[in-house]
């Protein structure tokens, strides 16, 4: 990437160049080699053409093309929504053509404190939680923890929180198992020190059938009850996170080799600087950590699509590629079932702030996950075993995605953006953001400003600085969703509700 003037040129076989600070009507500027005039206003984050493009033609960004130019483009014109479409399809069919291409692996710190859990897995917080089965009893369990901490008074813990959602009944098929598996998910995370699971009686998401789902528990720490079975299901709800209190409030930090750390990579309000700044960084913190023998997670299968053949390249083996190929043409399927289209992206948002196609925002999505090899890919709930890169099955949603990655054994999800968002998921959310002008505004948002390369930070300082702060992270340093108490979960449907 370099650098010249307003503008940014990704590689040298791109045809368009990123303004990196708005450009005015006639306005001389240069983009590596090339010197090009502005024929227009363009805004910052969004594209210029750097030679005349004939209709037809691929829009070249990344070294890829990002879409095809609806009309003649003459050099010096803005490149965006009005004179670019999509070039991609439906449903294809895909060869195996590995490549293994050497990439650079930062250095970085060797463990980490967690907490080590008697079943062997590590979490990064020792925090109690309520799980409800069925969305019916979510104010008892409010009221429930509003009466333990009055009483009790609990001390030394990260958190205590209720995950509130609207299911759990009336729900069938996929929408029904979906469900059961993202909440045995939690009650088995790590992060969780110990959970009340909190059930009504009558819901379809049996207390009997759950507990089958959840498994063997250690039962000081993991309790249950179905409140119609009980008399004061209060008094009942106060015993029990007494009693797993009691059991977690001693657990201390000890070091980890951060090779036990899952991360999940994510992004949302993305623009034309997310695929320059944040989302790299992120690719070469997955390098790291996939180097140090840890764990990344990439999702929002819907914005692989247009870059998923570079991550079919990159399957460690032809089973994995079989699996990356299901796992994109099952979400296309999904649209086409459901007569949506598929390529309805990006966002308003994103548009605003410079994406102009899918295959735009893909290719600048893919790159949180770096270089490393892709060594799994996970269906939605599936929790990973496999270390190094996976890929995991859920779709774009903001919150829908961060609680996909927590349940598959995320301890944090890295959540890329250019526009900002306060949202925090199950586990810690740390917001990246693409540029400096949305970190100043909303530094009670941000966590990491990664725009701090286009304001002319060293990039290899920016990364070492990255991963020394995510590493404090995982060792106990909140983050903004979890100062301001912004804790969610949204699970996947995809069904009718009864």
């Keep these: 990437m370099e650098e010249m003037n ?14 990196l600070l708005p450009v005015v009507e006639k306005e001389e500027l240069q983009a590596g080699e090339e010197k090009v005039v502005a024929l227009t206003d363009i805004p910052v984050g969004h594209k210029i053409a750097l030679q005349d493009i ?73 925090e109690l939680w309520i799980v409800p089965t069925v969305g019916c009893v979510n104010g008892v369990a409010e009221l429930i923890i509003k009466k333990f901490r009055e009483r009790v008074q609990p001390q030394g813990l990260d958190a205590i929180e209720v995950f509130s959602h609207n299911y759990g009944c009336s729900q069938l098929g996929d929408d029904h198992e979906n469900t059961k598996t993202i909440l045995a998910d939690l009650v088995k995370h790590p992060n969780a020190g110990g959970v009340l699971v909190l059930g009504l009686g009558c819901e379809n998401n049996t207390m009997e059938d759950f507990r089958l789902a959840v498994g063997e528990v250690d039962e000081d720490r993991v309790q249950f009850i179905v409140t119609q079975q009980v008399g004061n299901e209060i008094e009942e709800g106060i015993r029990a996170l007494t009693k797993i ?5 001693e657990d201390r930090r000890v070091e980890v080799p951060v090779s036990e750390l899952k991360i999940g990579l994510k992004c949302g309000g993305s623009d034309g600087f997310s695929g320059i700044t944040a989302n790299p960084l992120l690719g070469r913190f997955s390098d790291y950590l996939v ?3 840890g764990t990344t997670l990439l999702t929002e299968v819907p914005e692989m699509f247009g870059a998923e053949t570079i991550l079919m390249d990159r399957a460690v083996n032809e089973e994995v590629f079989e699996k990356t190929v299901h796992l994109i043409n099952d979400f296309k ?11 309805e992206n990006p966002s308003p948002g994103n548009k605003s702030g410079g994406i102009t196609t899918l295959e735009d925002k893909s290719l600048g999505c893919t790159q949180k996950g770096g270089s490393s ?55 810690p959310t ?24 286009l304001d002319g930070k060293d990039s290899d300082d920016m990364t070492k ?15 903004n969703n979890e100062e301001a108490g912004f804790r969610e979960i949204s699970i996947f449907k995809t069904g009718v509700t009864l």
């Design 465 to 479: 600085e990255f991963i020394s702060y995510i590493i404090d992270v995982a060792s106990g340093t909140l983050v």
């Design 291 to 293: 180097g140090k023998g």
């Design 430 to 453: 740390v917001k990246i953001s693409s540029n400096s002008r949305i970190y100043d505004l909303k530094p009670h948002w941000i966590d990491f400003n990664a725009g701090q390369m």
């Design 54 to 126: 004939a209709s037809g033609e691929d829009i070249m960004k990344y070294g890829f093309s990002i879409g095809i130019a609806k009309v003649d483009i003459r050099k010096g014109e803005h490149v965006h929504t009005h004179n670019v479409k999509t070039g991609l399809h439906d449903l294809m069919e895909y060869r195996y053509t590995p490549k293994r291409e050497d990439y650079r692996v930062f250095d970085g710190p060797e463990t980490f404190l967690g907490y080590r859990r008697k079943n062997g897995l590590v979490g990064i917080r020792n």
């Design 245 to 249: 209190y009691e059991a977690m409030k």
């Design 6 to 19: 307003k503008l940014y040129l990704i590689t040298e076989k791109d045809n368009v160049a990123v303004a």
């Design 333 to 343: 399927q999904y649209f086409i079932d459901n007569r949506q289209p598929i390529y």
């Design 373 to 427: 090899l892709v060594t799994d890919v996970l269906k939605y709930g599936e929790l990973s075993t496999k270390k190094g890169l996976n890929l995991l099955s859920a779709p774009g949603n903001d919150l829908v995605a961060a609680t996909a990655l927590g349940a598959s054994g995320c301890h944090m999800v890295l959540f890329t953006t250019g526009r900002g968002t306060p949202f925090g998921s199950f586990v």
